[in-house]
């Protein structure tokens, strides 16, 4: 008795050598997404830094008269959310500018979205989008567009709208700019038979052709001005607070928005964390050596908990890139050989290693590389991880376990879900196959260290209540149900947050509400452990705290 009562005291008088909390929550249901699930009802925050989670009580004693008090009436409460890999940066050149449609389940909602930028643009200005959304998700009517429809919309704009990367919907007046006319042959940088046309030869306004051919036409849409690059930076970062994302898995990190984030972070408000995959793919045999001096070269970890480089990727020989609609690849031996040159000396170099493969002839491909390399290499404590990998199977997980591999899952039938079943002219669908793409509970029972993510802005939405929707119901966006394996909502939030901590070599700084990591969290609308499963697509963010800084209130 007296022991307990000594041991007690000394905990106050512990505490009391402490300065009092900056912040705290109190009265509220504290999802910590801890190594026990457990729940808290209160969390005390100092400087960045979570410094106690508990009971209202225990927390509520530990504030000094300049602690902020929030009193959360009952809602829960999550970490803030990382995406292990999102083309983040890329998409601040165009984010101000798109008319998004991540999380948009209406066609009827989307037409009012292009009117209401008809309105505001001036006459010519472009409107469009770059991936993100299919017409599948439009759950009242899942048509794509035509091109009258969209002269009717906007009669004096050129329109484009991407599907992901599988075609792009354009105007007559886009067309006309993209020099795509009847009676002429196709402009010479389209890839061959992209340009659908009807059979008088009229084009029919769609661009169709994966990566290559959607990317052409997204080639020619405007970037924003310099001048307004760190305003729509700004913009994109103030969406992915409000969705309650905090850390990002980023391929390729642009330079100038990269310079744009530095100079937030040196002004104290940099409202996300940024963890670079960088570094170039060789594109060709001559390729090669030139790749592999420049990453001898490289450095990672020089920065901080808010921006650093924490992997080479995310391709290491570009003929061995899988598109995203392709339904099986066949790496050729002399490929081969260059990708594992560089995977050598990867791991040589002793660093991390997220790679692009999707497709399980791919995968399995890389993995005989892998293997060989882990013979002269080990790559056991470099945390090599395969990134999308909808096709992985249970004998491929197991071969990536004994090497010490992760998964990066980025299911990109959260929208493509309907193009990989039914497939089209480009496609023919997976048949049954895509019921299994991914393959989330055999992921889940692997026991592999695996983390979701998107792989947005235009290989998919951004959303991730839409993906942990997803992983749970196996519903796409829109509704339809597209998979057959998923988890429990426990199994995909741990994914989405501390298992991704791992991505980003930050597992001891994030991923969970816990004692001694950075204070990112995000306070939700509703429980996302006990609202109906088909709600928790719709739960929104109504706070994020990205290191004990509110960036983001629900008015
Ligand atoms: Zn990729």
New binding site residues.
């Given amino acids: 008795m007296l022991r307990i009562a000594l041991v007690a005291l000394l905990g106050v008088a512990l505490y009391a050598q402490q300065p009092p909390p900056d912040l705290i929550f109190t009265n509220g249901k504290l999802i910590t997404v801890d190594e026990r699930f457990s729940i808290a009802q209160a969390v005390a925050i100092r400087g960045d830094r979570i410094v106690a989670t508990g009971t209202n009580q225990e927390i509520a004693q530990l504030a000094g008269a300049s602690t902020r008090r929030i009193d959360l009436k009952g809602k829960a409460v999550i970490p803030g959310l990382i995406d292990n890999h999102m083309h983040l940066l890329r998409a601040a050149a165009t984010w101000a500018k798109e008319v998004r449609f991540d999380g948009v389940d209406s066609r009827k909602r989307a037409i009012e979205m292009l009117r209401a930028r008809v309105k505001s643009s001036a006459p010519g200005e472009w409107i469009y989008n770059i991936g993100g959304w299919t017409h599948q998700q439009f759950a009242d009517d899942p048509k794509s567009f035509t091109r009258d429809e969209l002269d009717e919309i906007a009669p004096n704009n050129p329109v484009a709208l991407q599907e992901s990367y599988y075609q792009v919907f354009l105007n007559g007046r886009a067309l006309a700019m993209m020099k795509i006319e009847a009676n002429a042959p196709d402009p010479a940088e389209f890839v061959k038979g992209s340009i659908l046309r009807d059979a008088a030869g009229k084009p029919t306004g769609v661009v169709r052709g994966d990566i290559a051919g959607t990317r052409v036409v997204a080639n020619k849409l405007p970037r924003v001005a310099p001048e307004q690059l760190e305003a729509s930076a700004k913009a994109l970062i103030g969406d992915m607070n409000r969705a309650g994302l905090t850390s990002f898995g980023v391929?390729g990190c642009d330079a100038d928005v990269l310079g744009v984030l530095h100079k937030w972070k040196s002004e104290g408000h940099l409202n996300v964390r940024v963890f670079c995959y960088g570094g170039a793919a060789a594109a060709n045999p001559d390729g090669v050596d030139r790749a592999i001096q420049q990453l001898a070269r490289m450095k990672l970890f020089q920065g901080d908990s808010y921006i650093d480089d924490v992997a080479f990727g995310?391709s290491v020989y570009s003929p061995l890139h899988d598109p995203m609609f392709a339904l099986k690849s066949s790496p050729q031996p002399e490929q081969l050989e260059a990708w594992r040159k560089i995977a050598m000396a990867i791991a040589q170099a002793g660093l991390p290693l997220h790679v692009?493969a999707e497709l399980s002839g791919t995968i399995d491909a890389f993995l005989d590389q892998v293997e060989a390399v882990n013979k002269e290499h080990p790559i056991k404590n470099l945390r090599w991880a395969l990134?999308?990998v909808n096709q992985i199977n249970a004998a491929q997980l197991e071969r990536m376990k004994k090497l010490g591999m992760y998964a990066a899952v980025h299911p990109w039938a959260v929208i493509n879900g309907g193009i990989m079943h039914e497939g089209d002219t480009l496609n023919k669908g997976f048949g049954d196959g895509a019921y299994d793409m991914p393959p989330l509970a055999t992921i889940q029972n692997s026991g592999i260290v695996w983390g979701l993510g998107t792989?947005g802005t235009a290989a998919n939405q951004t959303l991730p209540f839409t993906t942990l929707s997803f992983a749970v119901t196996g519903k796409m966006a829109g509704g339809t149900k597209v998979i057959r394996q998923t988890i429990s909502r426990e199994d995909a939030l741990i994914a989405h947050t501390r298992k991704n901590a791992y991505f980003v070599f930050q597992e001891n700084n994030l991923g969970s509400i816990q004692a001694g990591k950075l204070a990112d969290l995000v306070v939700l609308d509703r429980d996302y452990l006990t609202v109906p499963v088909d709600q928790i697509k719709d739960i929104k963010p109504v706070m994020t705290v990205v290191g004990g800084r509110v960036v983001y209130e629900a008015r």
């Fill in positions: 391929p995310e692009h990134a999308h792989d």
